[in-house]
């Protein structure tokens, strides 16, 4: 079985544990989040030295290995095997965690951690069969603003779906500046449970973030020279490219939605929940529609995609790549 790391939060906040994990992809930060994770089921408040084992592969001796995977737990339920750095076993010691497979331990968790590990070996193909491989490469769109929920709900408290949405275009993928953002806005909310749009957009926007909407204005309202300005105040003060790629994109698909229903919905408070916006932007929002043709908002997408794959892949300075980007879709 393949997981990726929400679908592994459903199955263990669902109460399901297996009875191995293969933890492997280069996201490093998902990869801990997963351990934790697993952890937290499986040990819950209460662990000690013999019910949590974590060993590192390139050390740790094959006789060890089994010893604490046999090891009767005390404090937990279970008794949790970590091994790190997983590629640099050795055949034998796989070879013989592969026989382990065959009948594990029920109570007893093994997870296996590595950034890379041949998928054809034994040990692999059982693994998949009793457990799982838990994925860990960078998130795709459509999964950050669960993954927003995941780390909301650590925090003990809950983000209404609109603000988690806003909150992953606005930050992207970046797993890091997710962190720190849900910090940033946890703090600004304090005893509050519930994290909403409006928070997001005084708590993150109205901070460093501010320029970056001030940006997609001056985009919206085809102001090339007060968008440049704002562009080279963004990355002069440390911004990343592809937050402010992030935040155009966003912009451009509201604006679409805003085209699609100009001259059909008046009701201020129906189109900002059309548009997923705060209904104070949403009159301007409308109003920066009428600044474009379909067409040339369609083209605005176009623009901002070759761009995301430019700034990826060449060697252009990146405030050349997003300026050539700007001048394309404002100009008329």
């Known amino acids: ?31 801990r989040a ?19 084992r974590i060993m590192s592969a390139n050390e740790v001796k094959l006789d060890q290995i089994t010893d604490a995977l046999r090891t009767v737990p005390f404090l937990s339920p279970r008794v949790l095997v970590v091994i790190r750095d997983a590629g640099k076993l050795k055949k034998g010691v796989q070879e013989t965690l592969a026989e382990y497979l065959e009948s594990p331990v029920d109570t007893s968790v093994l997870v296996v ?53 806003f909150l992953a275009d606005m930050v992207g993928n970046d797993l890091g500046q997710i962190a720190q953002a849900i910090d ?19 708590a993150i926007a109205e901070t460093h973030q501010r320029t970056i909407f001030e940006l997609t204005d001056a985009v919206g309202q085809r102001k090339i020279s007060t ?21 155009l994109a966003r912009h451009f698909r509201i604006l679409s939605k805003a ?48 761009c995301d794959k430019t700034l990826k892949s060449s060697r252009v300075p990146k405030e050349r790549v997003l300026e050539k980007a700007l001048f394309s879709i404002i100009k008329k």
Not at 4 to 26: A, F, H, N, Q, W
Not at 118 to 125: A, E, I, P, W
Request: aromatic residues 8%; glycine residues 8%; hydrophobic residues 40%.
């Open 1 to 31: 079985m393949k997981l990726d790391i929400t679908s592994l939060e459903k199955e263990i906040r669902g109460g399901k544990l297996r009875p191995v994990y293969i933890v492997v992809g280069e996201e490093s930060y998902l990869a």
């Open 34 to 52: 997963a351990q934790r994770m697993i952890r937290e089921k499986v040990c819950g408040e209460k662990s000690d030295d013999l019910s949590y």
């Open 184 to 202: 940033r806005v946890s703090l600004y909310v304090g005893d509050r449970k519930l994290i909403e749009l409006s928070d997001i957009e005084h």
């Open 227 to 247: 968008a440049l300005s704002h562009l080279h105040n963004i990355l002069e003060n440390g911004g990343a490219p592809v937050l402010a790629l992030n935040m």
């Open 113 to 165: 951690i590595a950034s890379k590990l041949d998928g054809r070996t034994k040990f692999m193909q059982l693994a998949g069969k009793v457990g799982a491989i838990v994925e860990c490469k960078p998130l795709y769109a459509n999964k950050v603003p669960y993954w927003i929920n995941i780390e909301v709900r650590r925090g003990g408290k809950q983000i209404s779906q609109e603000a988690a949405k």
């Open 259 to 306: 085209k699609d229903i100009s001259g059909r919905m008046s009701d201020k408070t129906q189109v900002a929940k059309y548009l997923g916006v705060n209904p104070f932007f949403a009159t301007n929002y409308m109003t920066q529609a009428n600044n474009f043709s379909k067409g040339e908002l369609r083209n605005g997408f176009r623009i901002l995609h070759k």
